[in-house]
C-alpha cells in the first residue's frame, strides 16, 4: 500500500524561491501547496490542515508573526519560519509564538529539507509517552494524552515547552544540562542560538507561576543547566 505524501504548506510570495523549493519538496516525496498571503496561509491552513509550515515573514497582506499565532492557536502544525530577517530579537519572537525552527535567507532548498525532515521526526516522536503519568507538587503531566494540569486545571502549552516539562519532570530532583536539553528537546544538529532554551524555560515559567527569583518548581543551575524539583521539595 502506497504511503500518502505528507504535505507542507509553503508560505510565500515570491516566485523565485516558491518555485525551485516546491519543485525540491515534490522530488523528496512531499506534497506541496502554496500561499502567496496571509488570508491565504490561514484558509488553506484550516481547510489542507498540512503536516508542516513554511512561512516567510514578509508577506503582502500582513506579518508572518501574525500568521503565526493564528496558526498556533487553531492547531500544533509544525512551523518553520523563513526570513531574511536574521536578528535574534526576530527569532526570538518565532520561537516565543510557537514556530520549531528559525531558517534566514537565503537557504538552500537541501537546507530547508534537512530541517523539515528533523522536525517532523521531533514532533512525531511519543515525548514521554512510554513513562506514564508524571506528578510533582500540584503539576500532572500525562505523556500519552500530551497534557499538563496545575491542580487540576488545563495548561496550554506549545509543542517544545511540553517536551522541555516532559524532559525535565522525568529527571525531577537532578540537573538537567543545557546541552542534552537542546540535542533532546531540539536537535543534536540544532542550528540555532541557545538563547532558545532560555525563552522557552521563560516561558514555561510565567505558565507555570513560578517566580524566577525564588522558584518553587523550575530552578536555574548557573553555567550547566536546569533542575525541576523533586516531590518531596514541593509537598
Request: aromatic residues 4%; negative net charge; hydrophobic residues 45%.
Amino acid at each position: 500500500m502506497a504511503t500518502a505524501k505528507r504535505t507542507i504548506l509553503l508560505v510565500e510570495d515570491e516566485e523565485s524561491i516558491t518555485t525551485p523549493l516546491a519543485e525540491a519538496l515534490e522530488r523528496e516525496g512531499f506534497a506541496t501547496e502554496i500561499a502567496r498571503t496571509a488570508a491565504d496561509a490561514l484558509e488553506l491552513g484550516r481547510r489542507v490542515r498540512p503536516d508542516l509550515v513554511l512561512l516567510d515573514l514578509m508577506l503582502p497582506d500582513g506579518s508572518g508573526f501574525d500568521v503565526c499565532r493564528e496558526l498556533r492557536a487553531a492547531s500544533p502544525v509544525p512551523i518553520i519560519i523563513l526570513s531574511a530577517r536574521g536578528e535574534e530579537a526576530d527569532r526570538v519572537v518565532g520561537l516565543e509564538l510557537g514556530a520549531d525552527d528559525y531558517v534566514v535567507k537565503p537557504f538552500s532548498a537541501r537546507e530547508v529539507i534537512a530541517r523539515i525532515r528533523a522536525v517532523l521526526r521531533r514532533t512525531n516522536a511519543p515525548s514521554g509517552a512510554a513513562t506514564g503519568p508524571i506528578e510533582v507538587g500540584e503539576i500532572r503531566l500525562d505523556g500519552a494524552r500530551r497534557s499538563v494540569t496545575v491542580a487540576g486545571e488545563p495548561l496550554e502549552l506549545s509543542r517544545k515547552e511540553f517536551d522541555l516539562l516532559a524532559l525535565l519532570m522525568r529527571e525531577a530532583g537532578s540537573v538537567v544540562g543545557r546541552e542534552r536539553l537542546i540535542d533532546e528537546v531540539w536537535d543534536v544538529n540544532w542550528f540555532g542560538s541557545t538563547k532558545t532554551l532560555d525563552v522557552h524555560v521563560s516561558g514555561l515559567r510565567k505558565k507555570l507561576r513560578d517566580d524566577p527569583a525564588e522558584p518553587r518548581y523550575l530552578h536555574t543551575v548557573r553555567g550547566v543547566g536546569f533542575r525541576f524539583a523533586g516531590a518531596d521539595e514541593v509537598a
